[in-house]
């Protein structure tokens, strides 16, 4: 379970968000809307412990990860995984080391099924080899999610995943990604600019305007 | 289109082997086999100049690599006390020239130098000779040149994308983890461009070892031809040097293998904060090596020039500024027109074997010794002139000889490779789609030139200009050589008076050479600067 008190951002004269509360049960789905510079993506990064914000505490599963804006764990030790909007895989890896690396303390035939399990799921079995240049937008999105659930994160982060795609794929890879989230049970927050999108993936949707949060 | 690249190969190809001649006529010398030299050679002086020289390469590649790559990845992904200014005072060490840094080590810590008298006497240690072994002229090195790696892979650091490095974070890696498994592999093709050039100035080195008494390959091409007169064993060792050099590059080229990116995404906020403690430690060791390589020897430097200035300043020194600056801005400008003309983009360049090849030959001179880069010329003048006498002509060795034309053809030769790489890195940032959408617009390949190519690698062609002239400036065997009459410089000077052991006074030219090139690399810095803000 997921909670976020008391979250303030600013940059520096512009308050974007005043004194943001969230809380999520085990397996929540919740949608993160908003205009652009709405401080959603910040606070995502926030949660996630790469950038410190004015104040704001994090609690995880009982475990206090940020305090008063300031990171008291960091990223590596938080058990968080992350879809960028670029997908930012690791270009010199194939699918299988990209998959893999968050489990790189399992032992190789571990880590061999768990990628193949993840695949499967993904619907890219055999695609182990290839390279993220040599896989188009879609695929790379659907690797990167498979990486970011590898190692069985506590808390799912998606920021804006499905931008970059086009408009046909985008609606395809909602519902997949969505019954793949479904499936794992992980909590999940995805932050999108689209509300058409947010509805159709998320069980609660969350409106943020002149820096404050409505939740619908 | 066929005809255009007929122009175009024949261009590229007169001017990159006429930079390339030196290299050839070394290669020309194996028409000449001195057998009873090479029994000599082979059996007596090879097997243990061979294995120092290795020794020595292992031990600079390995020191560089390491030094250079923590470093650039500290400056670039860490964010901790001083960061700022040790980012651009870590290359301040590219303006000591390495036999500059190694008179003033052997001055410190000679069995008489200072540091040693005291450990002696204070102390108690025993005293040792820093001339035993290879540590002292290995650290020595590394310390000149950590900066080439250093500078290729800070540029390459920074253009990772901060997303894959927090993506890697979330994934539950460790600082090292990312550093050894995400962030090294991608520089690797950077800290391998930086290793290669290291691993030649290294070969081509005669001044430090020559100080430290530490016999390598060089030294027996010195020696072929000061202690025997065979210009002809000289060239042939000389040749195989540049086998090595091409060794060398192949291996370089293959390791770097499809990885190119074009991306500016500049990490501009650090992914790693290093708080209290642990960023103070980082904080000392990088400020350590730059006080062991650069401001250390400079204080020692004024130190020693404070007390001989008023013996040693005379009006010569005006001669040695002028002369030094008008050689070194001719053949920075000189080299970095042919490397402009040659790392220019074009369809035909991409696709021939043919001018890949006779490019990469012109870069070769790196790899080359000063002073072998002046025997291939003095012998190809020769020959020319034999070969015109022959036809009843006139010789043109008068002409040439002693003429600042040919030493600026060494220069021009020698450092080839480093305004080349430099002019061609920014060449490779211009993507093939800005040059098709130009032809879709109707532009000539002329106005493509002057309005799309030079623009965008104005900021490489500059700073090779730059390392060119900071190069020539203290280059010291060719200009020793092939100098005219009343042309010495300031790198020469340096040289006649340390080789006598005269470090106080030689410290006053040394300190005006590093000043100047201190000065070059501030501008390279101000460049870079730009030039980041502006892509």
């Given at each position: 379970m997921l909670s976020v008190n008391n979250l303030s951002i600013a940059y520096q004269t512009t308050q974007v968000l005043n004194e943001f509360d969230l809380s999520l049960a085990t397996g929540d789905i919740f949608a993160l809307t908003g205009d652009s510079g709405s401080g959603k993506s910040s606070a995502l990064r926030f949660i996630a412990g790469l950038d410190e914000v004015q104040s704001g505490q994090v609690i995880l599963d009982g475990k206090q990860l940020s305090s008063s804006g300031i990171h008291k764990i960091a990223p590596e030790l938080r058990e968080i995984g992350m879809v960028f909007q670029d997908y930012a895989l690791f270009p010199h890896m194939n699918v299988q080391k990209n998959i893999a690396f968050g489990i790189h303390h399992l032992s190789n035939s571990e880590q061999k099924v768990r990628v193949e399990e993840l695949l499967l799921m993904i619907g890219l079995e055999g695609f182990e080899k290839k390279y993220p240049h040599q896989l188009s937008g879609g695929e790379q999105q659907r690797v990167a999610l498979a990486r970011a659930l590898a190692p069985s994160p506590k808390l799912l982060l998606l920021d804006e995943p499905f931008s970059s795609l086009d408009k046909n794929l985008q609606k395809q890879l909602v519902l997949q990604v969505r019954d793949i989230v479904k499936k794992t049970n992980v909590t999940s927050i995805l932050v999108t600019h689209d509300k058409h999108e947010a509805t159709i993936f998320a069980d609660k949707v969350g409106v943020i305007e002149n820096s404050q949060l409505t939740i619908s | 289109m066929e005809k255009n690249c007929l122009k175009s190969k024949i261009w590229t190809s007169v001017l990159a082997l006429l930079v390339a001649m030196p290299i050839f006529v070394v290669a020309l010398s194996w028409l000449f086999p001195e057998r009873e030299l090479w029994v000599h050679f082979s059996t007596v002086l090879l097997p243990s100049l061979i294995s120092a020289t290795v020794v020595l390469l292992i031990g600079v590649g390995l020191g560089v690599t390491l030094l250079g790559t923590i470093l650039a990845y500290l400056v670039v992904m860490v964010e901790f006390p001083g960061r700022r200014w040790l980012e651009w005072a870590l290359f301040l060490p590219f303006a000591i020239p390495a036999y500059v840094l190694a008179f003033v080590y052997l001055g410190v810590f000679d069995y008489s130098g200072y540091a040693q008298v005291w450990m002696r006497e204070v102390l108690g240690l025993p005293g040792f000779d820093i001339r035993t072994g290879s540590w002292a002229v290995i650290l020595t090195f590394v310390l000149v040149f950590y900066p080439y790696v250093y500078m290729m892979a800070r540029a390459s650091f920074k253009r990772q994308k901060i997303n894959i490095i927090e993506a890697g974070q979330l994934l539950g890696a460790s600082p090292l983890r990312v550093f050894f498994k995400i962030s090294l592999p991608m520089a690797r093709p950077a800290a391998a461009a930086g290793l290669l050039v290291t691993l030649m100035e290294t070969l081509a080195d005669f001044g430090v070892v020559s100080l430290f008494n530490f016999d390598t390959f060089t030294t027996a091409i010195y020696s072929a031809w000061g202690d025997f007169r065979s210009i002809e064993i000289a060239a042939q060792l000389a040749s195989l040097l540049v086998l090595v050099a091409f060794l060398l590059i192949y291996f370089e080229k293959k390791a770097r293998g499809q990885a190119k990116y074009y991306s500016n995404d500049v990490a501009n906020k650090k992914p790693y904060r290093a708080l209290g403690a642990a960023g103070w430690l980082i904080s000392l060791f990088v400020f350590g090596v730059f006080m062991l390589s650069f401001a250390m020897p400079m204080l020692q430097l004024i130190i020693w020039g404070w007390t001989s200035v008023g013996e040693e300043w005379s009006v010569k020194y005006v001669d040695l500024i002028i002369s030094t600056s008008v050689l070194t801005t001719s053949a920075a400008l000189i080299t970095v027109g042919i490397a402009t003309i040659l790392a220019l983009p074009s369809r035909c360049k991409r696709s021939s074997p043919w001018i890949k090849g006779v490019i990469s030959m012109a870069t070769l001179g790196y790899a080359l010794p000063g002073s072998i880069m002046t025997v291939g010329l003095l012998y190809g003048v020769n020959q020319v002139s034999a070969i015109s006498v022959y036809f009843g002509g006139q010789s043109i060795n008068h002409i040439i000889f002693g003429s600042i034309a040919l030493l600026l053809f060494a220069y021009v030769s020698r450092f080839m490779a480093i305004g080349y790489s430099s002019i061609k890195a920014s060449a490779e940032q211009i993507k093939p789609m800005f040059t098709q959408n130009a032809h879709l617009l109707g532009a000539s390949r002329l106005r493509l030139i002057l309005k799309i190519y030079l623009p965008m690698m104005t900021p490489g062609i500059l700073a090779g200009g730059l390392l060119v002239?900071?190069?020539?400036?203290?280059?010291?065997?060719?200009?020793?050589?092939?100098?005219?009459?009343?042309?010495?410089?300031?790198?020469?000077?340096?040289?006649?008076?340390?080789?006598?052991?005269?470090?106080?006074?030689?410290?006053?030219?040394?300190?005006?050479?590093?000043?100047?090139?201190?000065?070059?690399?501030?501008?390279?810095?101000?460049?870079?600067?730009?030039?980041s803000k502006n892509f």
């Open positions: - | 002239a900071v190069d020539v400036m203290k280059e010291l065997p060719a200009t020793y050589l092939l100098r005219p009459f009343g042309w010495d410089t300031l790198a020469v000077q340096v040289y006649e008076l340390s080789a006598e052991g005269l470090f106080e006074r030689a410290a006053v030219p040394a300190l005006i050479m590093v000043l100047l090139g201190a000065v070059l690399m501030l501008i390279l810095q101000l460049l870079d600067k730009k030039s």
